[in-house]
């Protein structure tokens, strides 16, 4: 006999727990009177309420309607998919016009017919009634799938529920967070593997209305490095084993970009950043020579790659170049060049000062202290540079923006110039400068005029490819952006060391961007949550790895950088930490790790659970591994760096399909950003010529 318990929730309230009746074999007497007063109870209070369960799941559908767009089609698909898993059913979707058949619906992007509000952009409501549950919200597909064009995802429904970067996603969002807030469905990592639920008899959902708008307008982690382009480049440091076809490619591209919007990763509006001048040198070169920068050896040509050539940011042709150009572009495509301009410049090719510009202006407009050089301090002529283009643009267009990059050498706030209004910074600020540093620069910036701006980090870049325990850091670091007015944000890059490497940060970044407002704690907790009984001990298995990073790589890092140029979590610098690693890492370390897994695996929980903390274990060898590599590194010893590497390798191999590592990612950084230190070169799979301009 099988006895349920209800919980009622408190009616109203969009973060209500589940109302789950659980399945109880031993149940004693007393428990069922008990129930069945509860029971009873519920029946009467439960006006207007919507259950679900095994019993009924047959009579409910899934109900779309009759021409539906890919956002409500793949919305449906999604809510399909967690109900049959959570209720073991088979629940069907119908178009609208046989709605009428089914006695309890889902009615996906679909509004009740007295619902009149305005939604804000990516709002997402569901609307539980008796017998119909409303999912809907702020959709729009502004760039469409198209066959010539179509990029990595050749799937008219993916590929346009995907583009996080131009479509918005409100019904979806609006499925998720009914799943998450009414079932408890949580999303640990990309693909069916990262799904975390409970299997309830059945569920009471209480009538409400629950409406969710993303506080930040652009929630971004770049997802490139498991696009089959970087595969790939990256792929060349790989042995032949790692390679991967487009079709596995694009289905784990897929696996993660479904996964943000899990997460509720997408954008209420596209401002554009990126490198701004790459293209300039091959089509101004003749016409408009001065536009670029006079090196130190006295020519205006790029030093090195032309897509890194310098600008002359007080020459005052190229405000007005780069306006007419947007004048093209907004008349192509007004949709992505409406609300900005790029006025970024390009990265630095690695020729320190000589590749910026020494002519009379730019070096007058800084105001550069006593010491410092070019790839210390240019702030101001940037400053001068985006202010002429907003000028310029403004002519044109009254509400148009200037977008800017604070990093590098222009990531000290400007100290002569001030920001018209209309300029919009993107910050790169470091998880391994000092806090009260970069506070001191937020500060500097907004005295300087800066209204808001968006926050790009590259802290999830720096990865050994063994557990770092950044998540904390990272997470504050993102905070303090918070507090200083970002209106979005885009993070750089996740690199995709899941399942007890990268996990729990990926995770709380991510639901830190969809609920800005949520502590730490907060997020560790419901993260930990998923692993029931084991999750004291996961605690300790994560905790362990922040120790290390918080008591030992930090205070490191800080005493050897001034908070603005960071000393080893830097890209290209890592080999520096990972040739101290004994410093900061030992055997133990993994020993303990390992107990902790192992007892986790021991505890009662569900088997998403237990697979999910088998494989962490599969990882934390692989770990193990890497760490031993990095010490026979140390030892310059030529045999022993190549047996290490060889048992490293050939464990990598073995396990490359049964846990979730971005594997060519991870090599290639081992390879390039630590020097091989792990020794890859003895094993002769390395080509001859890797080209790391494709880095
Ligand atoms: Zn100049």
Redesign the pocket.
């Known amino acids: 006999m099988i006895i349920t318990r209800h919980v009622i929730p408190r009616r109203g309230s969009t973060n209500d727990s589940p109302v789950i009746i659980k399945s109880r074999n031993k149940m004693k007497s007393i428990i069922f009177i008990i129930c069945l007063f509860q029971i009873l109870i519920s029946i009467s209070c439960k006006e207007g309420s919507f259950n679900i369960g095994k019993e009924n799941i047959g009579s409910i559908s899934i109900v779309v309607p009759d021409t539906a767009n890919s956002i409500v089609l793949f919305a449906a698909d999604e809510l399909k998919k967690h109900l049959d898993l959570v209720f073991d059913g088979n629940i069907s979707i119908t178009g609208f016009s046989s709605r009428n058949k089914f006695s309890k619906r889902f009615l996906v992007g679909i509004k009740p017919d007295d619902y009149s509000k305005k939604l804000n952009p990516e709002e997402a409501v569901y609307i539980v009634k008796k017998h119909d549950v409303f999912l809907f919200g702020d959709d729009a597909i502004n760039i469409k799938y198209s066959e010539e064009h179509h990029g990595d995802l050749n799937d008219k429904k993916l590929n346009e529920v995907l583009n996080l970067s131009n479509n918005r996603t409100g019904t979806l969002f609006a499925v998720y967070n009914f799943l998450e807030n009414e079932l408890g469905v949580k999303w640990i990592k990309p693909g069916d593997d990262g799904i975390f639920y409970a299997k309830p008899l059945s569920v009471i959902l209480t009538a409400k209305d629950s409406t969710w708008t993303p506080k930040l307008l652009q929630r971004n982690i770049r997802t490139e490095m498991l696009s089959f382009k970087i595969q790939n480049a990256y792929g060349q440091c790989a042995p032949k084993e790692f390679s991967v076809t487009k079709e596995e490619s694009f289905k784990k591209y897929a696996d993660l970009l479904i996964w943000m919007r899990r997460m509720r990763m997408g954008r209420s509006e596209n401002f554009r950043f990126g490198h701004a001048y790459g293209s300039y040198w091959e089509k101004y070169q003749k016409t408009n020579p001065d536009i670029f920068?006079?090196t130190s050896m006295g020519v205006r040509k790029p030093m090195g790659r032309i897509e890194r050539v310098k600008m002359?940011?007080?020459?005052t042709e190229l405000p007005k170049i780069k306006v007419n150009e947007w004048r093209d572009d907004l008349q192509k495509n007004p949709f992505q060049n409406s609300k900005s301009i790029s006025g970024c410049e390009n990265d630095s090719d690695g020729f320190g000062s000589d590749e910026w510009?020494?002519?009379d202006?730019?070096?007058a407009i800084d105001a550069r202290r006593e010491g410092e050089d070019l790839t210390d301090y240019v702030t101001d002529?940037y400053v001068h540079l985006w202010n002429a283009i907003l000028k310029e643009a403004r002519q044109y267009k009254d509400d148009i923006m200037v977008t800017g990059y604070a990093y590098e050498n222009m990531l000290q706030p400007p100290r002569r110039e001030k920001l018209d209004d209309g300029i919009l910074i993107e910050f790169i600020p470091r998880m391994g400068g000092d806090f009260e540093v970069t506070k001191k620069l937020y500060e500097g910036w907004q005295e300087a005029g800066m209204k808001k701006m968006m926050y790009r980090p590259n802290d999830l870049w720096w990865e050994m490819g063994i557990p770092m325990g950044q998540e904390q850091r990272l997470f504050e670091n993102f905070k303090l952006g918070i507090a200083h007015n970002a209106i979005g944000t885009d993070f750089d890059a996740l690199m995709g060391y899941w399942e007890g490497i990268t996990d729990m940060t990926y995770y709380i970044l991510a639901k830190g961007n969809a609920d800005p407002n949520a502590t730490f704690e907060k997020l560790e907790e419901e993260y930990l949550n998923s692993f029931g009984e084991a999750k004291d001990d996961i605690a300790k298995y994560y905790r362990h790895w922040r120790n290390i990073f918080n008591t030992k790589v930090i205070p490191e890092e800080l005493r050897l950088n001034n908070g603005i140029k960071t000393y080893f979590l830097e890209y290209g610098l890592l080999y520096r930490l990972t040739e101290r690693i004994d410093e900061f890492y030992s055997l133990e370390d993994f020993d303990l790790t390992d107990s902790y897994l192992k007892t986790a695996a021991g505890k009662n929980i569900p088997d998403q659970a237990g697979n999910y903390i088998r494989r962490m274990q599969i990882a934390n060898e692989n770990s193990r591994l890497t760490f031993i590599c990095f010490m026979a590194g140390r030892s310059g010893n030529k045999d022993q760096i190549t047996a290490r590497a060889k048992e490293l390798i050939s464990f990598r191999i073995k396990n490359k399909d049964k846990v979730d590592i971005n594997w060519n990612v991870l090599f290639q950084a081992q390879y390039h950003q630590m020097k091989d230190q792990i020794g890859m070169r003895y094993l002769g799979f390395l080509p001859k010529d890797i080209d790391t301009n494709e880095f």
């Open positions: 920068a006079l002359c940011p007080t020459n510009c020494h002519c202006n730019c070096m002529r």
